[in-house]
Each structure stands twice: as structure tokens, then as C-alpha cells.
């Protein structure tokens, strides 16, 4: 057998401040004050987790020796596993992913049994169970499609099995909670875990309840001491509040909304009873990346077949952040408007040649790399400040003005020398912009003094392509969203994508809630470019491959 491979979280290329890739659940803030008195006391004894497991047994109606409490319902689930005495399990396909790497480690064989969607699956089951399997693990609402089992499905499990394994871990958002009915079986063991409707998934606080003799054996098996005296007394003091009522109810109703946006979209997605909706959209990896590029985690199944056509999104169950979920839906899968930097993405500019060569009239020599370097560090987008900086780094500490009146007049030239913005071409066609402008409404935002702006779009006819111009004088300079925002009103629109060519732009644009697209302008090294670019929604080679994702994405 070889190696198991340890789990892993989903990552990110770009930071992530609204996570909704791991169902976690979000009540409300706790109130913690009341147990800090004694905490010192509490943490240097093990854990007597009596008072929760008393709590749980109270509202299951059951003994408290038929409660067993374990760190998180993964605990539980694995332990489930080890006590296993050789057979073989059966569980749907897809399921919760655990159970296929218990299965792994444990030495237990396993038969999958294909649950994509709608009702579950029982023949097959009973088929397992004629082949030889001996436990079924059930996990109903079915994670990540959302799915459940009836009560006349436990029922038939129960009678053909020696063990039945119902993960409930979704099941407060559910229409039904079997767990009443999976305790008139003797064979049935029901896992839960506040990790979803109470908020505590940090806690790391599961249970398993069942038959005395069936928490008898899990007990066996596993740490002595699970979960720590703190995480149970908080965990005791949460079920005490009883919060997660309006939480649970408003995630029901967030759930609905989704479905019907998404459907709206153009998005089909599976009917779902848990905390989620695996949506299937026209690209999984476009929507998990631009999501993430606007902060906004969702999880995708690359690698996991049957899956991948899949993106499962959680409901936060508060009703800011999903609204930002559904701007963000909106955003990434319905812009109105496109944006556009100018110099890199819409000018192959000279001010990068220029920063060169007015450091070097201060007999600073500077090479393009440290020029992208700095502005890979961010707030860069006044190149005289960038060219003062970069001087003062060598040494050659000069006043602002000075350095700005020497880079205009390099820049644009004198009566007789031209400047080098004599040079500057468009980084694309004028057709490609006019493809665009026939689709949406575009704009320009520049740190460009406005006369040095308008002097290159007249000079090669796009002025007229473009609904709003956004320049220096405008608004503060990205990083900050102000221009950004400033563009949008000036549209008219509430969601765009914009494209630019560093740091700045694409900070800008996220602060504004518009997607950020990174472009390689022309003088920039296309590895560090990519790198630096890295929490882009997408890095494109060139500007005029803005069709193409366009195009891909159907809008």
C-alpha cells in the first residue's frame, strides 16, 4: 500500500479576506468575556468535557454515555474507520474525502457507489451489501453536492448492514434531521459537529451519538483527551445561547437566492440542503481565480474526477458578505464595462526609458529591472516620484520638483529635440479596442497628466472609443480606487474588469470591486511580470488577448 498524501486546504494566488471555500459557519461574534474568570485554572487540567457531553445529551434526548465528544466529526468518522474488524465499507461517490483517505490508511476496502445527484442511491448500497460490505457511510446533506437521504433509505441501510456511519454534519440546514430516527438502531452512528451551524470550526468540536455499546467501542480508539478544556467550555457556553437559529434560517434563504442568481447567469447548479451550491459553470477555473482575484475564496476540484466541471460555493449566512458574493458573481460573470490602463495595456510608453535616462542625468545608473522592481512594490504609479525614489536609493537625494522638471523635458522634448514621447505606439490595433467598444463601454485611467493622455489617444484616433478618460487630475493615483470608482460613475455601470500593467492597477481595481486583469507590457520581463501579476484573474501575454478571454467566458 503506498503512502497516504496529507490533506490540504485549497490555495490562492491572491489574498483572501472572505473565504467561502471551506463551509465554515459564521453565527456571530462570540461573547467570551464571562470565561475568562478561572480560564488560568480551566487550561493547566485535562479536559472533563462532562458539562458539553451533558448539553449535547440533553438536546438529543439521549443518555450522556451515548454521546462520545471528539475533535471535530473527522475524529469521529476516523475512529469509525479503525474499528473496523476487516470487511469492506461502501460510500457514494462524490462524498466528503475523508472517508476515501480513512479508508486508505485504515486497510478497509471500500466500494463507491456513483451519487452525482438527485435521490439517493439504495440499490447500489444493497448491492455493496451483497457483495460483502459490512459498514455504509452516509453523508447527508452529501458534501460537496448538497444531496441527502430519506428516512426510508436509513431505515433499509440499517436493516442490511452491521454498521451505518450518518455524517450529519450539514444536516441543521437541512429539511430533515434523521438523527431521532437513526437512534432506534442499535447499528446506526450518527457524527455532528459545531464546526458548521454554531461557528466553532476553530474549536475543533464533533460528537458521535449512538448505542452505549457503539460509543463504547470509538471511545476505544482515538486520543484520550480529544478537545481541549477551552474548547469545551465555549463550545458548552455556545449551545447555552442558542444563535444559530437565525444564522441557519438566513443561510436557507441565501441558498435559494443563489440558485435563482446563478440560474439567472446562466449558471446550472445541484439543489442542495447544506451550507452550500455546487454550481457548474461554463469555466471552474476562470470563476475560482477571478473570484479570488476580488478576495473571495471558492473551491474548485482540479484532479478530482467527476468533479472538476464542479465549483462549490458557501453560503456565509450574513448579509453583507453575501452581498459581496453575489457582486462578485456578477462581476466576474456579467461585467458592464471594461477598463483599461493606458500606459503598458493601451500605450507602449516611453516612461519607463525615460525614468532611465533622467536618473542618469543625475549620474545614477539605473537598468529597467530596478525600474519594474520598484514598481512591484507598490504605490509606483507617479513615475517622477518613482524616478525621485529610485535616485535617493543610489544615494542622490533630490527635490521632487527638480526631478519632474528634468523627466518633462526628456519626456517631452524641447524645441529642437523631440521628446521621447515621440515614440510611444499603441500596444494594439485600434480594430481590437473598436471589437471591445462594439460589446461594452470602455474607459482609460491613467496617473497621466491629462494633455499628455489626450496628446496619444488623438494622436493615433482612440479618443473617441472610450466613455470616460480618467486622469491625474481626476482623482487620487491608484493604488488608490478613487480613479477607478471615478470611471464607473462616469460609465454609468456598477461592475467592470480592468486591465493594467503593475501592482497599483491591479490593487485599484480590487478596492473598487472591478476585476483585476494583469497585462505584460511590452518592456517588462514576462517572468517577473507574472509573479508580480500573480493575483490578476488572469496574466495575459498581450493586451489583445482580452478577446479571447471574452470570448471563453461567453460575455
Known amino acids: 500500500m503506498s503512502a497516504p498524501s496529507a490533506y490540504e486546504t485549497p490555495g490562492f494566488r491572491a489574498p483572501i479576506d472572505l473565504d467561502l471555500s471551506r463551509n465554515e459557519g459564521r453565527p456571530g461574534a462570540l461573547s467570551l468575556d464571562r470565561l475568562t474568570a478561572g480560564l488560568e485554572e480551566t487550561v493547566s487540567r485535562y479536559p472533563d468535557v462532562t458539562p458539553l457531553r451533558e448539553a449535547l445529551a440533553h438536546r438529543l434526548a439521549v443518555s450522556p454515555d451515548q454521546v462520545l465528544i471528539t475533535a471535530g466529526a473527522d475524529d469521529a468518522l476516523l475512529r469509525c474507520f479503525m474499528s473496523i ?37 439504495l440499490e447500489g448500497f444493497l448491492d455493496a451489501a451483497d457483495d460483502g460490505a459490512t459498514t455504509a457511510f452516509v453523508v447527508s446533506p ?19 448492514f452491521g454498521t451505518v456511519v450518518y455524517d450529519a454534519a450539514y444536516v441543521e440546514f437541512a429539511d430533515a434531521d434523521l438523527t431521532r430516527i437513526a437512534q432506534m438502531f442499535p447499528n446506526v452512528i450518527s457524527l455532528r459537529t459545531l464546526s458548521k451551524a454554531y461557528g466553532l470550526a476553530g474549536l475543533r468540536i464533533g460528537y458521535a451519538v449512538g448505542d452505549r455499546e457503539q460509543i463504547e467501542r470509538l471511545a476505544a480508539y482515538g486520543n484520550p483527551y480529544p478537545v481541549s478544556s477551552v474548547s469545551a467550555l465555549i463550545a458548552t457556553e455556545t449551545l447555552a445561547s442558542g444563535t444559530s437559529d437565525d444564522f441557519v434560517a438566513r443561510v436557507r434563504d441565501e441558498r435559494e437566492d443563489l440558485r435563482w442568481l446563478l440560474a439567472a447567469l446562466g449558471v446550472d447548479s445541484l439543489p442542495s440542503q447544506a451550507n452550500f451550491v455546487l454550481a457548474r459553470p461554463r469555466d471552474p477555473g476562470w470563476l475560482v481565480g477571478a473570484a479570488a482575484a476580488l478576495g473571495v475564496g471558492l473551491r474548485s476540484f482540479r484532479g478530482q474526477p467527476g468533479l472538476e466541471p464542479f465549483v462549490r460555493i458557501g453560503l456565509p449566512g450574513d448579509p453583507l458578505h453575501f452581498d459581496r458574493l453575489v457582486r462578485t458573481l456578477l462581476t466576474v460573470l456579467s461585467p458592464e464595462a471594461i477598463i483599461f490602463d493606458l500606459d503598458g495595456v493601451v500605450a507602449a510608453d516611453a516612461y519607463t526609458r525615460t525614468v532611465l535616462a533622467t536618473a542618469g542625468t543625475f549620474g545614477v545608473r ?10 512591484g512594490e507598490g504605490n509606483a504609479n507617479d513615475d517622477w516620484e518613482l524616478t525621485r525614489r529610485l535616485c535617493a536609493r543610489a544615494g542622490v537625494d533630490l527635490p521632487y520638483e527638480t526631478v519632474r522638471e528634468v523627466f518633462e523635458e526628456i519626456y517631452q522634448g524641447t524645441p529642437g529635440a523631440p521628446g521621447l514621447k515621440a515614440t510611444e505606439t499603441p500596444t494594439v490595433p485600434t480594430g481590437l479596442l473598436e471589437k471591445v467598444a462594439s460589446r461594452f463601454p470602455i474607459a482609460i485611467v491613467t496617473g497621466r497628466p491629462r494633455d499628455d493622455a489626450m496628446e496619444f489617444l488623438d494622436r493615433f484616433g482612440l479618443t473617441d472609443l472610450f466613455g470616460a478618460i480618467v ?21 454609468g455601470v456598477t461592475r467592470a474588469w480592468m486591465l493594467g500593467d503593475t501592482v497599483d492597477d491591479l490593487a485599484a481595481a480590487r478596492a473598487a470591486g472591478v476585476l483585476p486583469i494583469g497585462v505584460i ?22 493586451t489583445a488577448r482580452i478577446i479571447e478571454v471574452l470570448d471563453a467566458q461567453n460575455v
Not at 142 to 160: E, M
Not at 366 to 375: F, I, K, P, S
Not at 471 to 491: C, F, G, S, Y
Open 521 to 542: 507590457a511590452p518592456n517588462a520581463d514576462p517572468d517577473r511580470a507574472r509573479s508580480d501579476l500573480s493575483a490578476a484573474a488572469v496574466v495575459l501575454d498581450t
Open 85 to 121: 474488524e476487516g470487511g469492506t465499507a461502501v460510500a457514494a461517490k462524490p462524498t466528503f474525502e475523508m472517508i476515501r483517505r480513512y479508508s486508505e490508511q485504515t486497510g478497509v476496502g471500500l466500494i463507491e457507489v456513483d451519487w452525482p445527484e438527485g435521490p439517493f442511491p
Open 142 to 160: 452529501n458534501n460537496p453536492t448538497g444531496a441527502v437521504i430519506t428516512a426510508r433509505d436509513l431505515t433499509a441501510l440499517a436493516g442490511r
Open 366 to 375: 539605473v537598468g529597467t529591472e530596478d525600474v519594474w522592481e520598484a514598481r
Open 471 to 491: 486622469t491625474r487630475e481626476d482623482a487620487p493615483m491608484k493604488p488608490d480606487p478613487a480613479p477607478v470608482r471615478l470611471a464607473l460613475q462616469r460609465l
